[in-house]
């Protein structure tokens, strides 16, 4: 049975063309590699060197057996560094969800720290909501998600990675569009725009526990799922709406963001993942986005 010692003696033989020299090389005796070579001559079934006293020379077959031994010890090296990549988390796929409020804040900063420090693994990205996402990771359809908690912590690894507050979307055109607070009490006629429970239920309930501190539940007259469209609908004048303070970076024309006098909420952005999942891709992520906080 051939084994890749043998070829590594052949090979030592063929680049020496010397037996005497390539035992040196392979630290060991020249009898038994000359041994060696005849074995494996045997079990291929041709002669690889021509020798006489004074010289030993590639015979045809020789020639064309050492190309291809050198082919499969460069695939074999590249497949050596592949493992190793991969065992550290730097080659592979990482299939990542995200809120659509997290692309006006943390994930694009993310992205790019993991991307200079690791190149090669290929990212997968899928705008979903913090249900869908949850759905996905017990499906094992993606790795890692940025959703809106609470989650339930005891199947889901949970990372915080951002806390803000609350501020009211306006129409420009708005009465309070020129106010530089805006307190609760005004907003109790106004129609608001938000997204179904389901979606978040987290953040929807922050944004109902902070108009019921201002006396009133509020008047949903319209219904969206991503907040862009939240914002689109507030240029619209088809409402106001309660949104996370980075939503101002998707800077739609004909909206305005204006402060809350009161105290809100701090709304959060948090990452999860399979506890029990291994992947080096998934940990080494996971460092990266802890390295970014601190």
Not at 154 to 167: A, C, N, R, T, Y
Not at 239 to 262: C, D, F, H, M, W
């Amino acid at each position: 049975m051939i084994e890749l010692r043998h070829l590594r003696y052949f090979m030592a033989v063929a680049e020496e063309l010397h037996f005497g020299r390539a035992a040196e090389k392979l630290h060991m005796a020249q009898p038994p590699l000359s041994q060696q070579i005849r074995q494996l001559e045997n079990e291929l079934g041709f002669q690889l060197f021509y020798r006489t006293k004074r010289s030993v020379a590639l015979t045809e077959a020789g020639q064309v057996f050492l190309v291809e031994c050198q082919r499969i010890f460069r695939q074999l090296e590249q497949a050596i560094q592949t493992g190793r990549q991969v065992s550290r988390g730097e080659q592979g796929q990482l299939v990542i969800g995200f809120v659509s409020s997290a692309a006006y804040n943390v994930l694009p900063e993310i992205l790019r720290s993991f991307r200079l420090a690791v190149p090669d693994v290929r990212l997968e990205l899928h705008e979903l909501t913090t249900d869908q996402q949850i759905q996905w990771l017990q499906e094992g359809r993606m790795d890692v998600g940025l959703v809106r908690p609470p989650v339930d912590e005891s199947k889901f690894g949970l990372l915080s990675v951002i806390q803000e507050p609350l501020v009211v979307a306006l129409p420009e055109t708005h009465p309070l569009a020129g106010q530089e607070l805006v307190s609760l009490v005004s907003l109790i006629s106004e129609p608001f725009v938000l997204f179904p429970r389901p979606l978040a239920p987290g953040l929807y309930d922050q944004i109902i526990s902070l108009c019921h501190q201002g006396g009133f539940s509020p008047n949903v007259v319209q219904e969206a799922i991503q907040m862009q469209t939240i914002v689109s609908l507030v240029a619209a004048e088809i409402g106001i709406a309660i949104v996370p303070l980075s939503l101002q970076n998707l800077q739609r024309t004909g909206v305005v963001y204006k402060p809350l006098q009161e105290p809100t909420p701090q709304a959060s952005i948090a990452l999860v993942w399979r506890r029990e999942d291994t992947s080096p891709t998934v940990h080494r992520f996971l460092a990266i986005v802890r390295s970014f906080l601190t």
